[in-house]
């Protein structure tokens, strides 16, 4: 249980990667992100496909995107 939540959670921020680098961005400029502005850049994430099944089952399907090695 505990590695498919590992690889979910690898696979929740590999599909937002792009997302989570403008925060980045935003963050070493301004040093603050919070309230209407904070949620506004985290309803641009996107939820990978697996998900919700993982979700409701626990269980990850046989064929999950292939992940970048983590750095």
């Known amino acids: ?12 921020l590999q599909t937002n990667q792009t997302l989570l680098e403008q925060i980045a961005e935003i963050l070493l400029h301004r040093e603050i992100l ?8 985290l309803n641009s994430a996107i939820a990978p496909a697996p998900l919700q099944d993982w979700l409701q089952t626990g269980k990850l399907p046989q064929e999950l995107p292939q992940l970048q090695p983590a750095a």
Do not use: N, T
């Open 34 to 41: 919070e309230g209407a502005e904070l949620q506004e850049q």
């Open 1 to 12: 249980m505990v590695d498919s939540a590992h690889q979910m959670a690898r696979l929740i």
